[in-house]
């Protein structure tokens, strides 16, 4: 039946340039819709089909998730991928982002509600030791805050306290200065966009210039972060494996182009790696070869505690191809929830139209108070502050893990930089019940093999921030941590 199925599908495969993983699930999607492929069939193995095909088994495992998103198929661990029973009168495009095969109890989470809360997701506590990510908030320099926000409101204009369209002009205007001198980011203060984060901008970049069905390269490991934002927007994800400079760059098969890159290369999330020059460059001459467009995450990358910045990738491009997305939540605090996108000449009218329907865009006090606090040069004599203070209690802990546990616990080839570093294991250990019996001793710690694409190999660890714990507390937090990987052990 199987050998059957495989014949019919290369008979049934859509000739021309569309990328493969799209051409496929319209064979499949065809078939279902014909009837050919009946309710309840089973599809071929994802391996299987690709050997067959000799395509990536990547290109069938993103098809078979497309149809998945629009309901064709159902699948399960170990019970393979089926045909679903087709909803009378309803077409495909107003299925997709359903895959409810029976009627759906009013107060369910709709199917892709399901998808995104069941990937691994933020913790509930985010102030606690060892979280990674997390910066030292306590030292936000709050009064000078609160003089700045004074004044802005004593002579504030009536506009400041309406909606923003891409983000109040003064703060524009500052990080397009400060992004240029410390980040070799080339972009005037128009290309910038103000969001609610980088999770906003993340979403909007792959909203805009994404369609459902269409494939991201994803560092694995990688943000989880993004992955849920991307699911949540119907884009295929293909992890990418992650070497010592960061993302792989190898050749993509004919029709199997990625319509993003997905990438951290100021310090990979969550291994640490910086990637060299020339890795940047190759991945650009890609994206300029296959028409992607790198997505640009430098969510820590003003935090190198050593050596010599790299410059952005946006800077190296002259700007075209990429889409840097930069974020205050780790230079100040993550509750401000403001960041930033560069984004090139031609697509700034479309992302602030876009942005302003979507969102409508506020807190422009915020904003100009901000503005003038990196004007008046605190945001970088505070990037200065703690970045001394981050390197200091990356010392600290990397010293107690080398001389409790060994220098084999570190994870080689790391950079010195942002505000977390990996702990490998060099021994069998399961690193969600270590993360458990941290949690139960108080210690928030991330394994590491949460970090990995579901179905991949995965490396088990922890990521550990370093940034949110105070000296003192440092060693009796690690005690903790210790107790934590013995009764992991025990069981
Ligand atoms: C790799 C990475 N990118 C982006 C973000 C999110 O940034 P924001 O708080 O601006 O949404 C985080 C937050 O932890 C992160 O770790």
Redesign the pocket.
């Known amino acids: 039946m199987q050998a059957l199925l495989v014949d019919l599908i290369k008979l049934r495969m859509p000739a021309g340039s569309a990328p493969m993983h799209r051409r496929l699930y319209e064979c499949l999607r065809g078939a279902i819709q014909d009837g050919v492929l009946s309710v309840g069939a089973l599809l071929p193995p994802s391996r299987v089909l690709a050997n067959e095909l000799g395509i990536a088994r990547n290109t069938v495992l993103a098809a078979y998730r497309q149809l998945q998103l629009e309901a064709y198929v159902s699948s399960r661990q170990g019970m393979g991928t089926r045909v679903e029973r087709l909803p009378l009168g309803r077409t495909a495009r107003a299925m997709a982002f359903t895959s409810h095969s029976e009627p759906r109890k009013s107060d369910a989470l709709s199917a892709r509600g399901s998808r995104i809360v069941a990937m691994p997701r933020a913790s509930a506590t985010q102030w606690s030791a060892f979280m990674?990510?997390v910066p030292d908030v306590s030292r936000f320099p709050a009064r000078v805050w609160t003089r700045l926000r004074n004044a802005c409101w004593r002579n504030h204009r009536a506009e400041e306290l309406c909606y923003g369209y891409g983000g109040h002009p003064q703060l524009r205007e500052a990080l397009s200065r400060h992004l240029a001198a410390t980040r070799s980011v080339n972009c005037s203060p128009e290309q910038i966009v103000v969001t609610d984060?980088?999770?906003?901008a993340i979403d909007l970049i792959t909203r805009l210039l994404g369609d459902v069905g269409d494939i991201a390269w994803m560092e694995n490991p990688g943000?989880w972060?993004?992955r849920s934002i991307l699911e949540a927007n119907g884009i295929g994800q293909i992890p990418v494996e992650v070497d010592a400079e960061g993302m792989r760059c190898v050749e993509p098969a004919a029709g199997e182009a990625p319509r993003f890159l997905f990438v951290?290369p100021s310090h990979q999330?969550p291994l640490g790696s910086v990637m060299p020059l020339q890795r940047r460059q190759e991945l650009l001459s890609l994206a300029h070869r296959h028409g992607s467009w790198i997505i640009e995450?430098d969510?820590?990358g003003e935090f190198r505690l050593s050596g010599t910045p790299v410059p952005a990738m946006q800077g190296l491009a002259g700007g075209s191809r990429v889409i840097y997305?930069g974020?205050?939540?780790?230079t100040l605090y993550?509750g401000l929830?403001l960041?930033y996108m560069v984004v090139p000449l031609e697509l700034v009218a479309s992302f602030r139209a876009a942005h302003a329907d979507l969102y409508r865009e506020g807190r422009l006090m915020t904003q100009a108070t901000l503005a003038q606090f990196i004007a008046e040069g605190h945001f970088a004599s505070h990037i200065r502050a703690m970045r001394t203070l981050y390197a200091q209690r990356r010392e600290m802990l990397a010293t107690l893990i080398e001389r409790r546990l060994g220098k084999d616990w570190m994870m080689h080839g790391e950079d010195e930089a942002g505000l977390h570093l990996v702990m490998r294991f060099p021994v069998a250990l399961e690193d969600t019940l270590v993360a458990r019996e941290a949690l139960a001793r108080g210690i928030h710690v991330k394994a590491l093999s949460t970090y990995f694409a579901p179905g991949t190999p995965a490396q088990r660890g922890l990521v550990l921030g370093y940034a949110c714990v105070q000296e003192a507390d440092m060693v009796t937090k690690f005690e903790s941590l210790l107790k934590a990987l013995q009764a992991a052990d025990r069981k």
């Open positions: 990674p990510g984060g980088a999770h906003q943000y972060g993004a951290t999330y995450d969510y820590d997305v974020t205050f939540s780790k993550p929830r960041a």
